[in-house]
């Protein structure tokens, strides 16, 4: 059994629900278990959850059911996806120069890449005996299949939180000296005022 993240690209939206739907009615059987489908939409470079599941599987760890698939959608629509763009597999991917790019592109980069604005995808956290199976559920219509390794995609998401709670910290630390070296001018400008104030009385 391999643990896989599943993005089926359709060309017709209606037919992802159709296909979600389908989806539902068998979670598992003796060659796929499904732990969650989310279906999702790219806006002006943005994905929306607009509809899915979490099966009643329960596996005691929550990054296996709800979590990964949320937590990518939220790095890929958050300030790594949005502010680095195609350099995301830089920073996460963990490439040091130009020659190791090629071999470093994350999968977090794959998965944004994957999707492109104006489409609706199904994203699928599956256990897959022979991936033939799900393959058939979701060739039903025109589709488009890529499968990640999601052990290597929940490892890149924990990264990506961690770099975005870094840069979050960094961020509020220079506000935080931008406001008190203001402060300070503004203590300064004051003072000389209230001299120039006094020094003006009685004359």
């Known amino acids: 059994m391999k643990e896989n993240l599943i993005l089926a690209n359709y060309k017709v939206e209606s037919e992802a629900y159709q296909a979600l ?3 539902k009615r068998e979670t598992t059987n003796a060659n796929y278990t499904i732990s969650q489908a989310m279906i999702v939409k790219k806006e002006n470079g943005k994905l929306n959850v607009m509809d ?11 990054t296996w059911t709800g979590g990964l698939i949320g937590s990518l959608v939220g790095v890929l629509g958050g300030p790594i996806g949005i502010l680095l763009g195609g350099s995301v597999g830089m920073l996460i991917g963990g490439a040091v120069d130009a020659g190791d790019m090629a071999d470093n592109v994350s999968l977090l980069e ?9 489409e609706t995808a199904i994203i699928l956290l599956a256990q ?15 589709v488009s299949i890529t499968r990640l390794d999601a052990a290597e995609v929940a490892a890149e998401v924990e990264h990506a939180r961690e770099v975005e709670r870094q840069m979050a910290k960094e961020t ?6 931008e406001k ?3 402060f300070k001018e503004t203590v300064a400008k004051k003072s000389e005022e ?7 009385l009685g004359k």
């Open 194 to 200: 209230l001299k120039t104030w006094f020094s003006n």
């Open 110 to 118: 794959k998965a944004g890449d994957c999707i492109l604005d104006g």
């Open 21 to 23: 739907s389908e989806l």
């Open 180 to 182: 008190t070296e203001a």
């Open 172 to 177: 509020r630390e220079k506000l935080r000296a």
């Open 52 to 62: 899915g599941f979490v099966s009643g599987t329960t596996t005691g760890d929550d």
């Open 128 to 142: 897959e005996e022979y991936e033939t199976a799900l393959t058939a559920k979701l060739n039903n219509f025109e």
